[in-house]
Structures are given as structure tokens and as C-alpha cells.
């Protein structure tokens, strides 16, 4: 699944660990998450659009 | 954004778990070794008792592991936890297998002991693996 994330967190100048601080998981986490080698869980998935204020589909896409 | 670089919640209960059992065990150990090996013989439930008192800290840390897979609330570092765990076990197994068999074709004297200090090191062994590039 790819996704938006690293296009989001640079729009807002958020760094890895700034991201990773406000879902209160490990800069790793999101490092792979970014990358593509990890999907989130469907929760951690809308902790991330709420976090973003944006509808999932707008963040997460298919391959 | 501020940045805080702090251990999470699950891995300092974990540390201090770890800390507590391998406290006990350093302590359990030499105590029990120490009155084993003074005031000659010891009754067979006396030595039983010894050696569940040894091994009571050790299954400790096996329940701090398994504890922190089941706290660990950041999914992805769970998940690298568990493949730890799975690969460690593997590992493991394939280790005391070829050390029976040495031992079933005479290789050598004695067969696969300290099992769960093998596992042990395994699981060190795997963190980096499963991390490399993760």
C-alpha cells in the first residue's frame, strides 16, 4: 500500500520524530511506515488522519 | 513540533522486570549453591527446592519477554518483537536438534542442557537481525 505520509509531514515541516511523538509511537515505526515496508493497523491508520484532518483514503492508496 | 527521545512505557516496565529476576537469580543462585555445597548431604526435597528456587527467577525473565510482546502498544516495534521471538525460537530449535543428534551418533559425550540459556542468547542474536534494514 503506498501512501502520503512523508508528502504530509513535510507540508506541515514536521520531522519523522516529531510525527512519531504526536501518535506516540517509535520514529522506526514510522520510518517504515513511510517507506512502504509496513502497513498500519486500521486504528493506527486513523489516528493518522485524524491526526492530519484528512479522510484515510487521502492518505493511504492502493498499489 | 518537539521532539522527545524517551523510552517508552513498556520497555522501562520491561527493564525493570529484568533487572528485578536477574537480581533474584544472581542472589537465589549463590545462595542455593552455597548452602548445597556446605553441611555435607541434603535431603532429595531439600535439593528439589534448590533448584526451583534457581530456576523460579529465570522463568521470571521468560515472563517479562512475554509480557512486554503483550504491552508493547507500538505495533510495528511488536511486531519486530515478536519476529525476535519467533526467529530466537528457531533458532534454538535448530541448535539443540544437530547437538541430540551429535550426541544420538556418539560425537559427542552430552546432549542438548541449558536450553533456556541458548534461547537466551538467540533472542540477543535476533534483535539486530530482524532489525537490520527493518
Same mark, same amino acid.
Given at each position: 500500500?503506498?501512501? &502520503?505520509?512523508?508528502?504530509?509531514?513535510? @507540508?506541515?515541516?514536521?520531522?519523522?520524530?516529531? %510525527?512519531?511523538? #504526536?501518535?506516540? +509511537?517509535? &520514529?522506526?515505526?514510522?520510518?517504515?511506515? @513511510?517507506?512502504?515496508?509496513?502497513?498500519?493497523? %486500521?486504528?493506527? #491508520?486513523?489516528? +493518522?488522519?485524524?491526526?492530519?484532518?484528512?479522510?484515510? @483514503?487521502?492518505?493511504?492508496?492502493?498499489? | 513540533?518537539?521532539?522527545?527521545?524517551?523510552?517508552?512505557?513498556?520497555?522501562?516496565?520491561?527493564?525493570?522486570?529484568?533487572?528485578?529476576?536477574?537480581?533474584?537469580?544472581?542472589?537465589?543462585?549463590?545462595?542455593?549453591?552455597?548452602?548445597?555445597?556446605?553441611?555435607?548431604?541434603?535431603?532429595?526435597?531439600?535439593?528439589?527446592?534448590?533448584?526451583?528456587?534457581?530456576?523460579?527467577?529465570?522463568?521470571?525473565?521468560?515472563?517479562?519477554?512475554?509480557?512486554?510482546?503483550?504491552?508493547?502498544?507500538?505495533?510495528?516495534?511488536?511486531?519486530?518483537?515478536?519476529?525476535?521471538?519467533?526467529?530466537?525460537?528457531?533458532?534454538?530449535?535448530?541448535?539443540?536438534?544437530?547437538?541430540?543428534?551429535?550426541?544420538?551418533?556418539?560425537?559427542?559425550?552430552?546432549?542438548?542442557?541449558?536450553?533456556?540459556?541458548?534461547?537466551?542468547?538467540?533472542?540477543?542474536?535476533?534483535?539486530?537481525?530482524?532489525?537490520?534494514?527493518?
Amino acid at each position: 500500500m503506498k501512501n &502520503r505520509l512523508k508528502v504530509l509531514r513535510a @507540508e506541515r515541516d514536521w520531522t519523522q520524530g516529531d %510525527l512519531a511523538d #504526536a501518535l506516540e +509511537i517509535s &520514529r522506526q515505526s514510522i520510518n517504515a511506515i @513511510e517507506t512502504g515496508k509496513y502497513d498500519p493497523s %486500521l486504528p493506527l #491508520a486513523f489516528r +493518522i488522519a485524524d491526526l492530519f484532518n484528512l479522510p484515510i @483514503e487521502a492518505i493511504f492508496l492502493r498499489d | 513540533m518537539t521532539t522527545h527521545k524517551t523510552m517508552p512505557a513498556y520497555m522501562r516496565r520491561y527493564a525493570a522486570r529484568l533487572l528485578l529476576f536477574m537480581g533474584a537469580y544472581v542472589a537465589a543462585l549463590t545462595g542455593s549453591l552455597i548452602f548445597a555445597n556446605n553441611g555435607g548431604d541434603h535431603a532429595q526435597g531439600t535439593l528439589i527446592g534448590l533448584a526451583l528456587i534457581s530456576a523460579f527467577p529465570i522463568i521470571g525473565v521468560f515472563w517479562a519477554i512475554f509480557r512486554l510482546l503483550v504491552e508493547a502498544d507500538d505495533e510495528y516495534q511488536r511486531l519486530l518483537l515478536i519476529k525476535q521471538t519467533l526467529l530466537a525460537t528457531a533458532l534454538t530449535l535448530a541448535i539443540v536438534t544437530v547437538w541430540q543428534f551429535l550426541q544420538v551418533f556418539d560425537v559427542i559425550d552430552t546432549g542438548p542442557q541449558w536450553v533456556g540459556a541458548v534461547w537466551f542468547a538467540m533472542w540477543g542474536l535476533a534483535a539486530p537481525v530482524v532489525r537490520w534494514r527493518a
